[in-house]
């Protein structure tokens, strides 16, 4: 937990980077979407998630499930710095179906 509170202090500080990209970012943080369902545009706008790369992932979503984080990690044709963007944002199964644990961790 304390990687991604590290990670949201850098956001804050990072130039050109709005609040309201920041508030939206930590929004994220804290209740992750599920990839399975996630639309490329939800992907893409994740902290620095190249564009490849979230095509990579909503491809392989199309005809599979990622059911855990080694599963997205898997994907082919994403790259590990898109992984490690993507992680903490995302989560595998529906809400009411995950534990919700704080962040994702």
Do not use: C, M
């Not at 709005?18 to 994220?28: C, G, N, P, R």
């Not at 639309?39 to 909503?58: E, G, H, K, R």
């Not at 997205?72 to 644990?101: C, D, H, I, M, Q």
């Amino acid at each position: 937990v304390n990687e991604i509170y590290y990670r949201i202090r850098n956001w804050e500080a990072e130039e050109g980077a709005s609040e309201a990209l920041v508030d939206h970012w930590i929004d994220l943080a804290k209740d992750p979407f599920n990839i399975n369902e996630a639309s490329y545009w939800q992907i893409a706008n994740l902290q620095t998630v190249s564009p490849p790369d979230a095509a990579a992932i909503y491809r392989y979503t199309r005809g599979n499930r990622i059911e855990r984080r080694t599963a997205l990690r898997n994907v082919p044709g994403l790259t590990y710095w898109g992984y490690y963007n993507a992680r903490n944002f995302v989560r595998y199964r529906e809400a009411e179906e995950s534990n919700k644990t704080p962040l994702h961790y």
